[in-house]
């Protein structure tokens, strides 16, 4: 079977409509392995995790596990974790501190840079003689940084991690670049699995506020039985209007697979979802946000976000998460708690609590959102189901270029322009022998997009 045509015509953004069968097939799941993850630029770790020589992360690349280490000279490097004998995980916690991976199985030790140092038994187990210098780890071929965040890629042709983000570093600048001295990473990582496929996650933080209206509404009822002063006191314009009316102005974003979106309002503390002392702490530095990211990113409330595959965060409220695959139907989250260096530890502390309660894996909005997702994979188990046609036309034809300084491809709050790029993208990656192949064909649909936009400027 040919899945280059398949694949194409499982996805029509131009007429916004996708077959739910992408979230359900194995030969597409496979080839995702390849042509997505083998290929795009992966969050990693965050360098606040690795500090020191020797430190080390565990993680994944799509199913491959990676072992990310900081280096003598400072520099980071990245490993598949897999040892060069027999395949067994050499590095087994999750982080730590190490002179060197020894393989649990039968030993092999390898150094810190991944060179293969230490075989037991060597002389008499490998009379011939063993080239030690041919199994050392494999390394991941392009490892970088931006502002904190440490990325990977399989793909030695790959552009370099500026240009993979394109106009979604100025969106992620948004966490990243709020105050001096950047980010770190506060307290552990909170780890699930949740029974949908990874798509549904990565597209919902990409593309998807309308959702929280109806999946959410339960937790806007209690937040709105609160007294009107301590509503006030959020700030969230969520006491007698609803936020989408009393909002300044409100965006999606979308561009190569990423996607953006939020409100923006008239106060700096205005989040609904967290404490009272995280609402202090955006009041006392809105000025120096105001100065490094200019007045929308200082003001935006809530927004969500996916830099494509699977990196996803949301602004306010202090959540990064990992989305890795785990066969079709399934995903395993990884989200840490992400803020700013120079807060203060009780903000910190505050941070963290209302990560965790909002989006932590029982999160009162967590909830909301993986039950949709498990009773949407379920549904789709049913061949009628998953070969019928989903709509995806919210916001067609109005993509706009704005003129007051925000990148890329925009459209209002309620749109689905990030949904239908990022799966055209997903499938014009699968279609391609190259990312650069797949990125062509993504700019020409997103030129016609723009050029046949109505609001285009
Ligand atoms: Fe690692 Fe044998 S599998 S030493
Ligand atoms: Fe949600």
């Known amino acids: 079977m040919n899945k280059t045509i398949d694949i194409q015509a499982l996805i029509d953004s131009k007429n916004g409509q996708v077959t739910p069968s992408i979230y359900t097939d194995p030969e597409i799941y496979e080839l995702e392995l390849e042509r997505i993850f083998g290929r795009c ?23 491959d596990p990676i072992v990310v280490v900081r280096q003598k000279d400072g520099t980071v490097k990245a490993f598949l974790n897999q040892c060069r004998h027999r395949s067994m995980r050499v590095s087994y916690a999750d982080s730590g501190n190490t002179k060197a991976f020894t393989c649990p199985y039968h030993g092999w030790s390898y150094a810190t840079n991944g060179d293969l140092i230490e075989v037991p038994l060597e002389p008499r187990a ?21 502002k904190g965040l440490i990325f990977g890629t399989w793909d030695e042709n790959a552009v370099n991690l500026e240009e993979y983000m394109g106009d979604m570093a100025w969106y992620l600048d948004g966490v990243l670049d709020r105050r001096e001295g950047g980010t770190e990473i506060v307290g552990g990582i ?18 998807d506020q309308y959702h929280a209206l109806f999946s959410h509404a339960s937790a806007v009822q209690v937040l709105g039985a609160k007294p009107e002063d301590e509503q006030k006191a959020l700030g969230s314009g969520q006491t007698a209007r609803p936020v989408w009316e009393t909002a300044k102005d409100a965006l999606q974003f979308g561009q190569d697979g990423h996607g953006s979106g ?28 105001l100065e490094r990211l200019g007045e929308i990113r200082a003001l935006r409330l809530a927004g969500h976000n996916t830099l494509f595959p699977t990196l996803s965060w949301l602004n306010g409220t202090a959540t990064l998460r990992v989305w890795h ?4 139907n399934q995903v395993e989250v990884w989200a840490f708690c992400i803020t700013d260096k120079n807060a203060p530890e009780e903000v910190k502390a505050a941070f963290e609590r209302s990560a965790t309660r909002a989006f932590g894996p029982a999160g009162f909005l967590e909830q909301d959102d993986s039950e949709n997702w498990v009773e949407i994979q ?20 109005n993509e706009k270029i704005r003129d007051d300084g925000v990148p890329g491809i925009t459209n209002y709050i309620f749109s689905e322009t ?26 020409a649909y997103q030129k016609t997009l723009v050029e046949n936009s109505k609001e285009t400027a």
């Open 41 to 63: 630029w992966l969050f990693l770790a965050h360098e606040s995790q690795i500090p020191k020589a020797g430190d080390f992360f565990n993680t994944y690349m799509g199913e």
């Open 190 to 207: 909170h780890k699930w699995t949740i029974d949908c496929n990874w798509k549904f996650a990565a597209e919902q933080f990409a593309s």
């Open 262 to 289: 939020f409100f923006f309002t008239e106060k700096p503390d205005a989040n609904v979802w967290v404490d009272g002392e995280v609402s202090d702490y955006y009041r006392e530095t809105y000025p120096e946000a």
């Open 418 to 443: 990030a949904a239908r790029g990022f799966y055209q993208h997903w499938a014009n990656l699968l279609s391609s022998q190259t990312w650069q192949e797949a990125k062509a064909k993504t700019d």
């Open 126 to 146: 490998y009379p011939q003689g063993l080239c030690k210098s041919k199994w050392g780890l494999q390394e991941v071929t392009k490892v970088a940084s931006y």
């Open 325 to 328: 695959p785990r066969g079709p």
């Open 378 to 397: 379920k549904i789709l188990r049913g061949h009628r189901a998953r070969n019928s046609q989903l709509c995806m036309e919210m916001g067609m034809g």
